[in-house]
T-cell receptor, first 115, second 111 residues
């Protein structure tokens, strides 16, 4: 019953440091996503992977890179963190991009602060 | 690009009151989904709607797929403190290979 698992749950970085956010799903979903959510704002898509082996930019990709390691895992990397990247990051997965078969399933989020 | 506009943006209500919110788009949607995000958590699917006019309930929650297929509505009856959170509509437009989330409605229930 794990669903979508994100690690870490909390992280504080100094400006310029790098880190990788990890995400794994156990629902055999084809598509995976990374969103960020800022206070008072909705979900903004950073990158997505429609299927294993593919990745595409979303609405706000600058400053991030992703890797679809296998069908289960999709990581998000910040190469040189900036204060503007302070946010809550959510990983999600679905059977297809159009959300058929139950919509998107979300992880519980990673709260990142860049100082 | 496509934008799903939710109204109202925020609501402050007394415990026991009923709540109504809606979601509108500029495109026709085939499916409407409603999510709830508890404070400090990720969004969780509440209700899914698959055809125009459909009315579906999940406990005290009732959602409707608008006849025009460009809108959807969510009602919560007899609100309780644990209803607090952000409610998102979402779905895929009729054309294209995309999935969109609404701007969210933040609900605060005052005991």
């Amino acid at each position: 019953n794990a669903g979508v698992t994100q690690t870490p749950k909390f992280q504080v970085l100094k400006t310029g440091q790098s880190m990788t956010l990890q995400c794994a799903q156990d629902m055999n979903h084809n598509s995976m996503y990374w969103y960020r959510q800022d206070p008072g704002m909705g979900l903004r898509l950073i990158y997505y992977s429609a299927s294993e082996g593919t990745t595409d930019k979303g609405e706000v990709p600058n400053g991030y890179n992703v890797s679809r390691l296998n069908k289960r895992e999709f990581s998000l990397r910040l190469e040189s963190a900036a204060p503007s990247q302070t946010s809550v990051y959510f990983c999600a997965s679905s059977e297809s991009i159009r959300g058929l078969g139950g919509g998107y399933t979300f992880g519980s989020g990673t709260r990142l602060t860049v100082v | 690009g496509q934008q799903l506009n939710q109204s109202p943006q925020s609501m402050f209500i007394q415990e026991g009151e009923d709540v109504s919110m809606n979601c509108t788009s500029s495109s026709i949607f085939n499916t409407w989904l409603w999510y709830k995000q508890d404070p400090g958590e990720g969004p969780v699917l509440l209700i899914a709607l698959y055809k125009a006019g459909e009315l579906t309930s999940n406990g005290r929650l009732t959602a409707q797929f608008g006849i025009t297929r460009k809108d959807s509505f969510l009602n919560i009856s007899a609100s309780i403190p644990s209803d607090v959170g952000i409610y998102f509509c979402a779905g895929p437009p009729n054309t294209g290979n995309q999935f969109y989330f609404g701007t969210g409605t933040s609900l605060t229930v005052i005991p």
